[in-house]
């Protein structure tokens, strides 16, 4: 498939899921704030790759809403299909982003470094 049809097939289900995910998904086990960081679709368009950033402060909710999200994903690949006009609906698998975690320990791992400053002269 080419390059540019492909890249804006990902971006209409990006957005589509987005949608569904925000508008759609009435569970009361999603919690905080879900992203839809990105999105990466086979060639034959059979498989797609969602990946998500969920912000909580709450570890245990994070996994919670990640797991439902799992579980509806047949229901948001029906609602999918609905809305994108594509001759094969791709089987959805959410991956979860944990960049802003990783990001968050490194910082707090600096933060706790004593380094003295220097004192610069200008």
Request: proline share 3%.
């Amino acid at each position: 498939m080419q390059p540019k049809r492909l890249a804006r097939i990902n971006s209409e289900i990006k957005k589509v899921i987005s949608q569904i995910i925000s508008e759609e998904l009435r569970d009361p086990r999603i919690t905080g704030i879900i992203s839809v960081m990105d999105v990466d679709t086979t060639n034959d368009l059979s498989h797609c790759t969602i990946l998500v950033s969920i912000y909580s402060k709450d570890k245990l909710e994070v996994q919670q809403t990640f797991r439902t999200l799992n579980h509806s994903s047949a229901y948001i690949r029906k609602l999918l299909a609905d809305r994108v006009d594509l001759r094969i609906t791709p089987e959805l698998h959410f991956k979860l982003d944990d960049e802003f975690e990783i990001d968050e320990k490194m910082s707090k791992l600096i933060d706790s470094l004593n380094i003295p400053k220097e004192n610069i002269d200008e």
